[in-house]
């Protein structure tokens, strides 16, 4: 078991969680808006969500690598190009991070789960990016690439659990430091840049 590999993919998780998106803007907005638990049943919805997707892309991946090296590789191809093309669009985007906030009606705590839940398991993009990030880090000889999936899928669940709760609870804290920092959106977003890129050449030179 390559527990090296399984620490490149939580440090490469953690700092996909950290970078600005719509799932953590709209942590801190709920979060801001709300109060503290209203963000964390946010967040409880947009992780149970991310079951669906790891299983969807567990099961039809490995039966593609148990039969076709091929297809494997082009898999492997896909997913760089994919992740070449999303550092590609954070390159275009500004840098800057908004925080806005309608006047919607307050939802209650299950209302928040589902609709993080469903925001979650209907958003393609999310399945998308799961397949072309995770072949490149299974970490085992020995265990099926199934129960590989489903590791990866439940680290990528607890880091991003940790992070998002942690926006959630510091939300004050967070949303005053970005409107004081104007620089740390650029920052941000080169993260985001190169860890997209990172991860890509990963993924190409990773081996079956």
Same mark, same amino acid.
Request: glycine content about 6%.
């Given at each position: 078991?390559?527990?090296?590999?399984?620490?490149?993919?939580?440090?490469?998780?953690?700092?996909?969680?950290?970078?600005?998106?719509?799932?953590?803007?709209?942590?801190?907005?709920?979060?801001?808006?709300?109060?503290?638990?209203?963000?964390?049943?946010?967040?409880?919805?947009?992780?149970?969500?991310?079951?669906?997707?790891?299983?969807?892309?567990?099961?039809?991946?490995?039966?593609?690598?148990?039969?076709?090296?091929?297809? @494997?590789?082009?898999?492997?191809?896909?997913?760089?190009?994919?992740?070449?093309?999303?550092? @590609?669009?954070? @390159?275009?985007?500004?840098?800057?991070?908004?925080?806005?906030?309608?006047?919607?009606?307050?939802?209650?705590?299950?209302?928040?789960?589902?609709?993080?839940?469903?925001?979650?398991?209907?958003?393609?993009?999310?399945?998308?990016?799961?397949?072309?990030?995770?072949?490149?880090?299974?970490?085992?000889?020995?265990?099926?690439?199934?129960?590989?999936?489903?590791?990866?899928?439940?680290?990528?669940?607890?880091?991003?659990?940790?992070?998002?709760?942690?926006?959630?609870?510091?939300?004050?804290?967070?949303?005053?430091?970005?409107?004081?920092?104007?620089?740390?959106?650029?920052?941000?977003?080169?993260?985001?840049?190169?860890?997209?890129?990172?991860?890509?050449?990963?993924?190409?030179?990773?081996?079956?």
């Amino acid at each position: 078991m390559n527990y090296e590999l399984l620490l490149s993919f939580v440090l490469a998780t953690s700092a996909l969680a950290c970078s600005p998106g719509p799932d953590n803007i709209y942590v801190l907005m709920q979060s801001i808006t709300n109060g503290k638990q209203y963000g964390l049943a946010t967040v409880a919805g947009l992780i149970s969500g991310c079951i669906v997707h790891t299983t969807l892309v567990a099961f039809g991946v490995s039966a593609i690598i148990k039969e076709n090296d091929t297809l @494997y590789f082009a898999i492997k191809l896909f997913g760089a190009l994919y992740l070449f093309y999303l550092a @590609y669009k954070v @390159y275009k985007s500004d840098a800057s991070i908004r925080m806005t906030n309608t006047n919607a009606p307050k939802k209650s705590l299950v209302q928040l789960y589902k609709q993080g839940f469903i925001m979650n398991v209907l958003n393609p993009k999310v399945s998308i990016f799961f397949l072309a990030f995770f072949p490149g880090f299974l970490f085992s000889d020995t265990l099926s690439t199934v129960v590989q999936f489903y590791v990866l899928g439940l680290l990528f669940m607890l880091v991003s659990l940790i992070i998002f709760s942690t926006i959630a609870i510091l939300a004050g804290t967070i949303s005053d430091y970005i409107k004081q920092n104007e620089n740390v959106g650029v920052l941000l977003k080169w993260l985001q840049i190169i860890v997209f890129v990172g991860i890509a050449i990963f993924i190409l030179l990773s081996e079956k």
